[in-house]
């Protein structure tokens, strides 16, 4: 029983395979003698072959010299193919989808010699509205191909010739054109010439050859190039940025991967790559993409490349030469294109020659760059400015070397991330032109804070600090500065950085100014010390040039200082500016100064010194300032004066406490001075000074002595211009003065013995009858024990100085004891009775002259006479001898 079933579902079955074979054999000899028709009248081709075998079943078809054309080459809503294939072979056709619903479905495509023309459809179908991908092949097998694809448009798409092309699992279609990837595969192997790609309607991508081997591709004169104008580009794509034109000798990488709008592949390696960038004046708007494109490169390397990028005017921003570029992890997309630096990397390493950059103030170039996420080494850079507009600071400057070790470098959020450990600058030659109305504005955006450098060291350089007014030139320049840092806070300073201990040192320095030459040597400044040698603050005119060149009585110094040394803390660039010094020292200081009473006066008011330190809007403090072994000059004179009358201050010592602004907490704000010399060269002098600088009656005292002076000390003072020589001894003059912004009191005591005065003639004889007019009314000897005289309601002028209402109480003081206490009566009659002596002498000038001349006329007629009788002598000798 069981054998009878088994045969029947045997001759079932064989029934059935027979069915099979002859419905599969009728269906092949149909399609043999009638699938062409069927197409012609059923599809929108018309397909010619010489042999065609199909297995309806599998979907297998193998036809040989096919040709194909569009029946209606005007309808978009089909893909357009013309052209022929030697032979074509198909695997597992999705033939009823192809034949009624116009999808390509296959999973192995085989072309032998195809010269194809392809115009894709487009990517919605007009009737049905929907999207449509016409073409799916698993396998994709191209041999000895000529192909050229087009959009829907009718813009050239694709083309290649010779091609040699197997690829896998591959997909395309003009709704992945707009995607920019119309092709996606998994696996290739591909050989072919004259490569053409337009991924949009901006760039056209050529090559010369591509080829691979191993699964490595090759491409040969690589070249993506702008099908539109840059002018045009600006016109049509207002929020695009950057134009972008690139070519390679040559391009070599593996492990290639397509996918949905993304590139990916490995061991990137471009011979000889140009690169140029043409840049808009327009901002990249975030929510369009400006570059659709994903671009993942394992490693990168560019040997020998270029690179330029354009500003909108056409001059260049940037341009390098001999490039070597290693990039690992490359990443290019729609998000890293709007950065300043349009892609990103795990790691880098770039090396080149002949770099030059252009900002908006600066020119830089660079003779070589080598640069890594860990270290830079710049060679020979330049610095000139861009124009001659000084609104921002500039640098024209040349620097032999810049070695910077880095801890961190990247960007965050289209910002810079920089933390650099240390700098080094070596040789910098030239000047810093600093702006004379700086903006505002700062350019900091691009930075992500905090902005960190460890140390900044500067080494035998020559830089000058130019304002357009007052040089300052340093020589043999060294510096370091530590701990530096730019965030938030500081960037809305005038200087944007903060910083810790930092040292200064100069063998030489010049500042100049309208009137002067400051210069030092070996100077060291640092945020605790200051040290300087031979400073010198010298005249740069003439004392007459000077007097001509001033509108107002000015003072005219010419200093100079052996030693400068300095101790505490200050800060002079942050917001918070601020002097709190222990110790100022100034050894060997001489100092000349010069006032001319020949320009008009100065009739603007002068502070005193307390209010002076008040008004300074430093807070400021030095503990204690010393000046030693110094001299002081001070000379003046008039219009009348014969030269300048001179005081001198030799062995000059100077001892100043708790000098202040009044604006530290917790200092002491009661200035005490000390001062000890030899008055003119030859007595000596002891001062005490002190005020208090918040007493906002500018209240003080002062008081000292000088002893032992020779009268005649003072003479070269005095003579020049008061036509008065003193003669005799002051053997002490004590003073002990009072006062405020209004003026002063205390008491002067005046001890001298033989004191004569001499008034001189102006050729500098002395006048003996007016000096004994004089002399009736000066007391020359003071006695063993003077008393001190009361100096009382001395005003002060308060367009002068303070040396003026002191002299003023010396004054009065010395009046009162050389002339007694009705002093300014007895001045008064000494100044008529001098006067009146003067007037005398004018009287009798006439008298002389009158007996001059009659003494003058005897005289000549005595020579006539005897002239006469000489005459008369000689001439009786003549006869005589005749």
């Known amino acids: 029983m069981k054998k009878k079933y088994f045969r029947l579902a045997s001759i079932i079955l064989a029934v059935i395979v027979l069915i099979t074979l002859i419905i599969n054999f009728g269906a092949n000899f149909w399609l043999r003698n009638n699938l062409g028709g069927y197409i012609k009248k059923k599809s929108d081709y018309q397909i010619a072959y010489k042999s065609l075998n199909v297995d309806l079943f599998s979907g297998d078809i193998l036809a040989t010299e096919v040709e194909i054309e569009n029946k209606k080459s005007a ?41 194809l023309q392809i115009r894709l459809a487009k990517p919605v179908d007009d009737k049905t509205g929907k999207k449509r991908n016409p073409v799916s092949i698993e396998n994709l097998n191209i041999q000895n191909g000529n192909i050229a694809v087009t959009r829907h448009s009718g813009q050239k798409f694709i083309s290649v010739k010779d091609l040699a092309l197997n690829v896998e699992n591959i997909q395309m279609s003009e709704e992945s054109v707009e995607r920019m990837l119309p092709l996606i595969f998994d696996r290739y192997d591909i050989r072919g010439k004259e490569f053409f790609f337009s991924p949009t309607e901006v760039y056209a991508i050529t090559a010369e050859t591509i080829t691979t081997e191993n699964a490595k591709m090759s491409v040969r004169n690589f070249a993506v190039t702008p099908l539109i104008s840059f002018p045009n580009f600006a016109r049509t794509h207002p929020n695009q940025k950057n134009l972008y034109r690139f070519k ?70 940037l341009s390098a030469g001999n490039l070597n570029v290693n990039i690992n992890k490359f990443l290019m997309n729609s998000e890293t294109s709007k950065s300043t630096l349009p892609f990103e990397y795990a790691d880098f390493s770039v090396a080149g020659r002949q770099i030059s950059f252009v900002s908006e103030n600066q020119n830089i170039t660079l003779a070589a760059l080598a640069l890594n996420p860990k270290s830079a080494d710049v060679r020979n850079i330049r610095l000139s400015p861009v124009s001659a507009n000084r609104s921002k600071t500039v640098m024209d400057l040349d620097a032999e070397r810049i070695q910077v070790k880095i801890n961190e470098l990247k960007f965050i959020e289209q910002k810079l991330k920089l933390d650099v450990g240390n700098v080094l600058v070596n040789s910098v030659k030239g000047k810093i032109l600093t702006a004379k109305n700086q903006d ?33 030139d ?25 910083f810790g201990a930092y040292d200064v040192t100069t063998q030489h320095f010049v500042y100049n100014t309208e009137f002067y030459n400051i210069k030092g040597d070996r100077f060291k400044f640092t945020n605790k010390s200051v040290q300087m040698s031979n400073f010198a603050a010298t005249p740069k005119l003439s004392r007459a040039q000077f007097i001509r060149r001033i509108p107002a009585e000015k003072d005219l110094y010419d200093i100079k200082v052996k030693q400068v040394s300095a101790s505490g803390t200050w ?21 000349n100064i010069f006032r001319s009473k020949i320009p008009k006066d100065d009739l603007t008011e002068k502070l005193l010194y307390s209010s002076l330190l008040r008004n ?125 912004y209004n003026g002063l009191d205390g008491t002067l005591n005046l001890k001298h013995h033989d004191l004569k005065v001499a008034l001189l003639k102006e050729d500098g004889e002395k006048n003996k009858l007016l000096s004994a007019v004089a002399n009736i009314f000066v007391r020359s000897d003071s006695g063993k024990y003077p008393e001190s005289v009361q100096v009382e309601n001395v005003v002060r002028d308060q367009t002068k100085s303070f040396f003026n209402m002191f002299w003023k109480g010396i004054e009065q003081g010395l009046k009162k004891t050389l002339l007694g206490n009705n002093a300014e009566k007895t001045e008064q009659a000494m100044k008529n ?12 000038k006439d008298d002389l002259k009158k007996s001059k001349e009659a003494v003058s006329e005897k005289v000549q007629d005595t020579k006539e006479k005897v002239s006469g009788k000489t005459k008369g002598l000689k001439n009786l000798f003549r006869k005589k001898s005749d």
């Open 75 to 115: 309808d978009l809503n089909v893909i357009g193919i013309k052209g022929k294939v030697d032979t074509l072979s198909i695997s597992r056709l999705g033939i009823y989808s192809a034949l009624f619903k116009k999808v390509i479905s296959s999973d192995n495509l085989l072309l032998v010699n195809p010269d």
């Open 474 to 498: 340093f020589r043999s320049l060294n510096a370091n500065i530590r701990n530096i840092e730019m965030n938030s806070s500081t960037v809305k300073n005038r200087f944007p950085f903060k």
């Open 616 to 740: 300074m809007k430093l807070p400021m403090y030095v503990q204690n300032l010393e000046v030693k072994n110094s001299v002081l000059e001070y000379e003046e004179d008039t219009k009348k004066s014969d030269g300048p009358g001179k005081l001198t201050f030799g062995n000059f010592n100077m001892n100043v406490k708790n000098i202040n602004s009044g604006k530290m907490k917790g200092k002491p704000t009661q200035v005490l001075i000390t001062i000890n010399c030899r008055f003119m060269n030859a007595s000596p002098m002891n001062v005490k000074w002190n005020f208090d600088v918040l007493n906002k009656t500018d209240a003080f005292s002062i008081a000292g002595n000088v002893a032992d002076l020779p009268a005649s000390r003072v003479n070269p003072f005095i003579e020049p211009y008061l036509k008065v020589r003193a003669t005799g001894l002051i053997s002490d003059l004590i003073f002990n003065f009072k006062g405020n």
């Open 833 to 844: 009775t001098v006067q009146n002596t003067k007037n005398a002498l004018e009287e009798n």
């Open 248 to 317: 390679a000798a040559e391009m070599t990488f593996k492990d290639i991967a397509l996918s949905e709008e993304k590139i990916a592949l490995s061991n990137a390696n471009f011979d000889s790559p140009d690169l140029q960038i043409f840049t808009t004046n327009s901002k990249a708007v975030a929510k369009k993409k400006n570059f659709n494109l994903t671009v993942n490169m394992e490693d990168v390397q560019f040997k020998n490349a270029k690179i330029s990028v354009l500003q909108p005017n056409g001059t260049p921003k």
């Open 440 to 472: 505002k504005k700062n350019g900091y955006s691009g930075i992500q804070f905090p902005l960190k450098i460890g140390n900044v060291a500067l080494r035998n350089s020559n830089i000058i600090i130019d304002d357009g007014k007052s040089p300052v």
């Open 571 to 591: 800060d002079f660039l942050s917001e918070n500016k601020f002097m709190d010094a222990s110790q100022i020292t100034l050894n060997g200081v001489n100092a």
